[in-house]
Structures are given as C-alpha cells and as structure tokens.
DNA sequence: TACCTTCAGCGAAACGTTTCGCTAAACGTA
DNA sequence: TACGTTTAGCGAAACGTTTCGCTGAAGGTA
C-alpha cells in the first residue's frame, strides 16, 4: 500500500506538504498541489485512518449498544443514528447487549480500546450497575430509551408514563375494567414508567390495581407469549391487555391465536412500539409510536454537542413524545358490546 | 489516559516486557509478570487498540454494508454476523447502503480508510459496476444474499430460483393460472433468480409467460403497494400474487385491504422472506424463508477463511437452502372453490 | 543598500504500540 | 577454570500520520 511518504517521493515535495494539501488546512502554492494530486493519483494512495487516529487522538467513530438489533425499535433508532453520524462524519460500530449486563460490559470495554469518540447506550443492568463503569469510560456518553437512576447524563427518552397512561385511558373510556399488562423488567427505568401510567390511569379511574392482571417478562417475544397464555386462560379473564412493547405485543397476538380468541371482540390488544406491519395486521394493532428517527437525530447531535464541549452543555434529558395510533384491535368489552346491542335492540 | 510506558515506569520494567505480558506471548518471570499485574491495575491502563492495529497491520474489524437495516431480513443476518465475528474478537462496523450504489460506494471508501480486515458487502449496483471497485480495495470479500456476475468471489447466497419456482408450483397445485409477481430491480442477481423460478414454474405447468402480470419495484414498501392496487385493480386480476420479498409482501398486504380482496378468498399471497409477525398476520402468510443465522455464521466463516489464507480457499459460491413455510395465505383460486363446492353440493 | 516582515515549504518529533536483535547473567560441560 | 549455550529482559526501530517550529527566499520600507 502506499504511503504519504511515497506520495511525497514521487511528487518530490515533503511529506509536511502532502498532508497539507489532504487536509486543506494551510496554503500551498497551485504547482505543489497539482504535482501532489498528480501523485496521489499514480501512487493510488488513499489516507490510513488509522494512523490518523493514533496522531489526532480522535476515531471519529461512535459506538452503538443496543438491546437487540432484530427489534423494530432498535433498528429504527439505529438506522437513524447512522445516517446523523454518516452525514456529520462518524462512523457507527454496533452491538447487540442482549438485554444481558455482562455482555454490555464487554462490549464497553471493546469500545474504550477501540478508543470511540463517544457512547450511544441504551442500557441493559440496575442502576447501582453503573456506579462506576460508566465514569470510569471517561468519554462522552448519551442514553437512549432508558435512563439510569442516580447518573447525571444526557437522555433521550419518550413520555413513557403519560403516552401509556394515556392508552389506558383510552381502554377504560371504551368500557374495560379489566386490564391485563405485560410489562417488561422493573430495574429499567422505561418499564418502570410505563408501569406508572398504567397505575395512574387505573387510580384516576377509581379502579384498585390488581397484581395479578400484571405479568413482567423480557421484552421478548416468547415471554410475553407464555405470560399471556397463562393471563388469558384464566376463568376471569381481563377483556384487554396493554403489552408493553413491539416483541411482546406479538407474543400476546400469539396467544390470542392460539386460544382461538377473537380480536377485538373478545379481547382488546394495544402496544407500546410501532413497527412496519402492525397496520396490517387483522384488525390492524392499536400502538403507542415512538418518533425513532428524531431520537436517533437527538442522540448524536447530544453526543456531538459533548464532543465538541459546547456551551450549555450540562447532561439534559430530552423527552420527546410517543403518538398514540389508533387502529382496529381495541373494542368495547364483551358484556359492555353485548349491553350495547341489547340496548341498541329494545330502543327500536 | 495511562499507557503501556506508565505501566512500565511503575512496575520498574521495561516497555518490551509489559507486552510481554499483555500478549502472553513470551515467557516472563512470575514476578516480573505479578508487578506488570498490579501496576496496570494501579495505573487503571487500558490497551490502546488505534496504536496497537498502527503497528500489527490489523484492526480486528470487518466491515458489513447491507442494503437496509430496516429490513428484518437484513437485521436478521446482520444479527448473526455480529455474534460470529464476535465470538472470533472482531467487531463489525455496519453501514446501510440504501440500495444506493453511489452511497454503497462511499462506505466501501470509508472502508478502506478505516482499514477494516475485511468486507461482508450485499451488493446494490450493476455487475459492471464493481469490474473494479472490489479489485481495488485489496481486500477480503464475502458477498451475502447476491451474487456479482463474472467476478469470482466468495458468496453466501440462497437457492432462489428452486425456492420461488417452488412456491409458485404451489400456487399452480392450489389450481392458481394468473399469478402476479412483485418483483425487484432485475440488475440483482437475487430478483432475477426469483423471476426465473416463477417463469420456470409456468412453463412447466404448461403455462405462457405473461409480462403484464409482472411488476416492478425496488424491494420496498411503497413500490409494491403502489404496483400492487395497479394489479389487482384491472378487471382481469391475477388470483394470487408473489411478492420477491418481505418488504414488497407488506405493501402487496396493504393494497389487498385498502381494495378490500379477503385473503385468501379473493387473492392468494405469497411472500420470499419471512419475518417475525409473518405467522401472526391474519390469515398467517406462506413465506419463503432464508437460514439468516446459517447465512450470517457461514459469511463470516469464509471472511475468516480468507484472513486465514487457508488452503482451498479458492472462492466459492455458497448454496444454502430456503424453508417454504404453508401457512394460511394461499388458498383455491375464487373459481375454483365455487367449482369445489357445486362439485361437494351435486355429490351429497 | 540594509534591515524587517511575510510565508511557502520542510525536517523531525510525537502518537502508543509490537518485535527484532542484543546483552548479560546463569547454567552445564569438559 | 574456561568455554559454550540458554534465556529473561531490555533498547530501539518501526507502523503512517499531523504539526510545531525552523529556514531561506521574496518583497517592502527607510
């Protein structure tokens, strides 16, 4: 491979100048330049950014762990996160924690020796995980999707208490009183908060929280699937259920198929998490969307705004908001329905 | 930040023999090797991988451009990459391509500067497009889900032609004679395999090509949705449809329910590519699945291959096969049924 | 003419590693 | 004792850049 060095051989000029010419930061006469380009090209030299990196001390790259990049979620954001980057010039190295602290922290400890120029992390472990390990970095870091109780850093997060209170809210008006909720787990602060606004609505209702009507699972398809079959055998059975996020909205429709229940006369369905399909799906699934691609926007021009140690610069959470779709899968409950149609009878 | 000289200072040692110790790759004394521990524990030393990739030549990196992380096809073998080439100690560097050879081309630069070990590309251009552009990247290359004609490099792709004449066979057994096909842009190895299984398919069953049948898109949402409510608007619309992949399966879905066809009374689907809420669709839709984790696992296999310079390492195409999974999608052309049930009614 | 200023271009140090080849101590053998 | 052999540990070069500070020519001024 050639070298800066043999660019400056051929172009019989110094190596100072071919560096110059590359990064345009200081003047060279018409004539150096062109013999330098004219080199460049017959030596088909091209920069070792390695090497770069080692002398400015910066890799304009930023590293990305994510939970699970097989998510809709997560792929939107990252998507999103690696176009802003691209087009501000870092690259993007991915990871998937697997909702796993262990596998997270190794990955931290991959990207300090790849010595990224700074951290997008939607973390995985409990709070008092962190303590340390993220000071201990000592590069810049923004969270997505989640914060960490405790830890002053920038965040970008959704209004995950008032958008599911709000879908609660919307099951309660249309008649259910039983309303089953597969949440994800309680040491992250997104479950947590979607948790809360389930909790509220129901007290504002003047409903008392039942315990039993919440199952907690993983975020993940195969949890939510046995969490529901279990919540919708049972003789009593809520006539609505809130998933807590995208997987497990598909592994309580799973449930709903396999019992052979009826969506949404038998059972209402709505999801936190959009995803390409759920408007397809039959009836089309009620959602809570988070705005990805403005999240991923506002992750990196936090972390940019670190980078570049901008004024105003003290960790902030960015708060962003979820939009509530409404679609086919919420109905009144069974008996309200059926009221309803007895009602609707004896007035004609 | 403390480095491999801090280290050496406190443990009154030389350079050389923390290295030594680093790498585990020469013998030190036990107690030289107990005082190079503790300083690096005492110093908080973290290898320098920029520094450590400058002088070893490898950076321990592969570099992966798909076409779009957003396709759960692409995520799902992304998916697979990552954890393989993480279990060997490299890390990927991920970049969408957009089905953009001009952004394609970008990235494979950005490649090069980056030094990456090697390249998993799905390529998005025309074959002359890489006579080459590959070439000159002097680097390993594995190519994943399509092939590039007359260049000889190793590739991990799917046995497409066998798998979508076979799924159209289905389509023909179930007594279907207009099929319509959604297919994408015919310079990709992959739609022009799939095409020829459905042409394939017709010929044998006797059947005439009809181009009229055929549309065009670019393996996304929108283009299928649009060619599709053009194809099942006419008067003489095809009885079932085969969409080329996941992506084109949800716009074809969409076109079907904004006409308001019942599927699969009305119109048979189905899909190449399966994905997580395929089975949860109502009906379930019949896919064509591809082994993204085999897919993935054996890229990497033959990138590693490549960096090992191991004998029989001369490139390879990579055959795997596709799974047809029947689910609820596809049923008797309208016809026919009515055909079935008069026969069924005169019999009893 | 003599001196000062400007500035294009260059030489060399530095970034943090790995590794080659050397030194000198320790040991075995005659 | 004298010599050769082994080997733990070290010094220094090298990887490919960027950049600081210097040089010397050119131009301006008195």
Redesign the interface.
């Known amino acids: 491979?050639a070298t800066i060095v043999d660019v400056a051989h051929t172009a019989k000029v110094s190596i100072a100048t071919v560096s110059a010419v590359l990064n345009g930061n200081k003047f060279v006469s018409e004539e150096l330049r062109g013999r330098v380009l004219k080199a460049i090209e017959d030596t088909?030299y091209?920069?070792?950014?390695?090497?770069r990196?080692?002398k400015n001390g910066r890799?304009k790259t930023i590293g990305l762990v994510v939970t699970d990049?097989?998510n809709?979620y997560s792929?939107?954001v990252?998507?999103s996160i690696?176009?802003a980057a691209?087009a501000e010039g870092y690259?993007?190295?991915?990871?998937?924690s697997d909702e796993d602290f262990g596998k997270e922290e190794t990955y931290l400890?991959?990207m300090?020796?790849?010595?990224v120029d700074g951290l997008i992390l939607a973390p995985s472990g409990k709070p008092e995980d962190y303590r340390d390990t993220l000071e201990?970095l000592?590069m810049p870091v923004v969270l997505v999707d989640r914060t960490i109780e405790g830890l002053d850093l920038d965040a970008i997060v959704v209004n995950n208490l008032e958008a599911s209170r709000q879908g609660i809210e919307y099951l309660l008006g249309l008649g259910h009183t039983r309303i089953g909720a597969i949440v994800g787990p309680q040491h992250l602060s997104t479950s947590r908060e979607r948790l809360a606004g389930y909790r509220q609505a129901l007290a504002a209702a003047g409903l008392t929280f039942d315990e039993d009507l919440v199952c907690h699972g993983n975020f993940r398809?195969e949890d939510a699937y046995r969490a529901g079959l279990g919540l919708l055998r049972r003789a009593n059975r809520p006539t609505a259920v809130f998933a807590s996020n995208n997987?497990m909205a598909?592994g309580i429709?799973?449930a709903v198929?396999e019992i052979g229940l009826r969506c949404p006369e038998d059972i209402s369905i709505i999801a936190f998490d959009d995803?390409?399909?759920a408007?397809?799906?039959?009836p089309a699934l009620t959602t809570i969307a988070q705005p990805t691609t403005e999240i991923g926007r506002m992750a990196v021009d936090r972390l940019l705004a670190q980078l570049r140690r901008q004024a105003g610069n003290s960790p902030r959470r960015e708060v962003m908001s979820a939009t509530f779709n409404i679609r086919g899968s919420c109905g009144r409950p069974p008996q309200a329905a059926a009221a309803a149609r007895a009602d609707e009878g004896s007035r004609r």
Chains 1, 2 share one sequence.
Not at 46 to 51: E, F, L, M, R, S
Request: a positive charge; charged letters at 25%.
């Open positions: 491979m088909g091209h920069p070792h950014g390695i090497a990196s080692l890799t990049v097989t809709p792929t939107a990252a998507r690696e176009d691209h690259t993007v190295i991915l990871c998937n400890g991959l300090r020796t790849r010595r201990e000592r398809h997987l598909l429709l799973r198929q995803f390409d399909g408007a397809l799906f039959r």
